[in-house]
């Protein structure tokens, strides 16, 4: 599996920038990427199979990774029937920079 939004500009709180969908029961190793021209805090979410409750977060800015805009996470979740995973904006940075972020399954 390969997500993405595509690259987007303009950003403002909460805006979902990927999204895996309901996912398989199950272990799962994804790999997150984000590019950035400016600073954003993005904020990854593991949500219920409902999609109505964050059962866990955890926020970077991509462009302080000292890869020049990049950031790659590499995460192993254990999953229940339709989790999902995904990546929002938390805090937009300069409105006009373009940001592009994917999730990649290794299953």
């Known amino acids: 599996m390969w997500v993405s939004g595509g690259v987007l500009s303009n950003l403002q709180v ?3 920038l990927a999204d895996t969908g309901p996912l398989a029961i199950g272990a799962v190793t994804l790999n997150i990427f984000a590019w950035t021209e400016d600073n ?3 904020r990854i979410e593991h949500r219920n199979a409902l999609n109505t409750l964050t059962l866990h977060d955890l926020r970077f800015s ?5 890869m020049q805009g ?3 996470i590499q995460m192993l979740m254990v999953l229940l029937l339709n989790e999902r995973v995904r990546v929002l904006v938390e805090d937009p940075g300069a409105s006009t920079s373009r940001t ?8």
Do not use: K
Request: avoid cysteine.
């Open 62 to 66: 991509p462009a302080t990774a000292q």
């Open 40 to 42: 954003p805090t993005l």
């Open 70 to 72: 990049g950031f790659q």
């Open 100 to 107: 592009q972020v994917t999730i990649q399954s290794l299953v």
């Open 14 to 16: 909460d805006d979902v």
